[in-house]
T-cell receptor, first 114, second 114 residues
Framework: GDSVTQMEGPVTLSEEAFLTINCTYT??????LFWYVQYPGEGLQLLLK?????DKGSNKGFEATYRKETTSFHLEKGSVQVSDSAVYFC?????????????FGKGTTLSVSS | ETGVTQTPRHLVMGMTNKKSLKCEQH?????MYWYKQSAKKPLELMFV???????ENNSVPSRFSPECPNSSHLFLHLHTLQPEDSALYLC?????????????FGSGTRLTVV
């Protein structure tokens, strides 16, 4: 079945450092790919998405490119801030399958210190 | 109100109590989901409702009982829970045929079973 694998955390960085969180997927169809972020005490918020190969999703300085050849969707940010401290989830959704739920990775905790 | 609203935000209940969690979405979506998020565990999909019909139940114990009276409302009825059921319960909604849009999540209900 479909699955998502993302790097284990926690990831600890200093402010203004470069961030990469790796995500790879396995899917039989043509999935859409997502990154969600969860701040402490909150639900998940959609951070960015890509619906087809070579698409780049971006939001709030974060970027991720849908790479079909490597089945990857790595999250990057050039300069992290303390306010980026949160848990990040990679997810996929197979298009065209009514009622199919999102499949999530296990989440990666990011901690940014000043 | 906009988005997905969950009530209550926090709930403490004894093992013999009966309580219900409520989720309401104001987005015109036609699919709704319950997820369980426990510490140090991946997100667990519990129930999926598509067009008000249950389409997936991932072997959830019968002490959890979902109800979806219409496309805007979703309930999770709880009875005779165990301490290991303590978790953050997240509700989400989406459009069934637009999987590329992802899901919108509520802020969750933090449940503690004592």
């Amino acid at each position: 079945g479909d699955s998502v694998t993302q790097m284990e955390g926690p990831v600890t960085l200093s402010e203004e450092a470069f961030l990469t969180i790796n995500c790879t997927y396995t899917a039989t169809g043509y999935p859409s790919l997502f990154w969600y972020v969860q701040y402490p005490g909150e639900g998940l918020q959609l951070l960015l998405k890509a619906t087809k190969a070579d698409d780049k999703g971006s939001n709030k300085g974060f970027e991720a490119t849908y790479r079909k050849e490597t089945t990857s969707f790595h999250l990057e940010k050039g300069s992290v801030q303390v306010s980026d401290s949160a848990v990040y989830f990679c997810a996929l959704s197979d298009q065209g399958q009514a009622g199919t739920a999102l499949i999530f990775g296990k989440g990666t905790t990011l901690s940014v210190s000043s | 109100e906009t988005g997905v609203t969950q009530t209550p935000r926090h709930l403490v209940m004894g093992m013999t109590n009966k309580k219900s969690l409520k989720c309401e979405q104001h987005l015109g979506h036609n699919a709704m989901y319950w997820y369980k998020q426990s510490a140090k565990k991946p997100l667990e999909l519990m129930f999926v409702y598509s067009l008000e019909e249950r389409v997936e139940n991932n072997s959830v114990p019968s002490r959890f009982s979902p109800e979806c009276p219409n496309s805007s409302h979703l309930f999770l009825h709880l009875h005779t829970l165990q301490p290991e059921d303590s978790a953050l319960y997240l509700c989400a909604s989406s459009q069934v045929v637009r999987q590329g849009d992802g899901y919108t999540f509520g802020s969750g209900t933090r449940l503690t079973v004592v």
